[in-house]
């Protein structure tokens, strides 16, 4: 699933570790990375290959690639998104 904030755009994606939110936006050449495959944690972008590890936003290819992460929290079968920035921390 995929929303927009103000500009930002974030894909929540349900991954093996849990569900993770990530900037929309590859970090290579900007494609939409909800329309990536995605296998247990890692993601791999459509356009060129790239896969990277949504537990950390790490790219596999790129050491200096990575996902804008955002944190999620779970109460009572409920998705909140906190927009601030994973990264940052
Ligand atoms: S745009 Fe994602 S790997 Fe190139």
Redesign the pocket.
């Known amino acids: 699933m995929f929303t927009h904030l103000q500009r930002l755009q974030i894909v929540i994606f349900q991954a093996v570790s849990g569900y993770v939110a990530v900037e929309n936006r590859?970090?290579?050449?900007?494609?939409y990375l909800h329309e990536g495959q995605l296998s247990g944690n890692i993601l791999t972008?459509?356009?060129?290959?790239?896969s990277f590890d949504l537990k950390s936003g790490q790219c596999l290819n790129e050491y200096w690639a990575r996902l804008k992460r955002y944190e999620i929290q779970i109460e009572c079968k409920k998705l909140y998104l906190l927009t601030e920035e994973l990264n940052n921390r």
């Open positions: 590859c970090p290579h050449a900007g494609a972008c459509h356009w060129h290959g790239w």
